[in-house]
């Protein structure tokens, strides 16, 4: 099976979402961070699955503007 390893600033976003939910629910928390990692490494395991989303640049289109 394919590793699932996600960069430091994923790891810590996934992480204060983790928080955040858990303020209400700490259950709940833990259960949206398993289904996350598990349909992550069901995705590494099977790359062909899930939809296409072509990048940016392939696209022609540029990221939106905050500004």
């Given at each position: 099976m394919s590793e699932v390893r996600f960069s430091a600033a994923a790891e810590s976003d996934l992480?204060?979402?983790?928080?955040?939910?858990?303020?209400?629910?700490?259950?709940?928390?833990?259960?949206?961070?398993?289904?996350?990692?598990?349909?992550?490494?069901?995705?590494?395991?099977?790359?062909?699955?899930?939809?296409?989303t072509p990048r940016h640049e392939e696209t022609h289109l540029s990221p939106p503007h905050h500004g």
């Open positions: 992480l204060d979402i983790v928080d955040f939910i858990a303020r209400d629910n700490p259950r709940a928390a833990r259960e949206w961070l398993a289904a996350v990692r598990e349909r992550c490494q069901l995705l590494a395991a099977h790359r062909s699955t899930g939809r296409y």
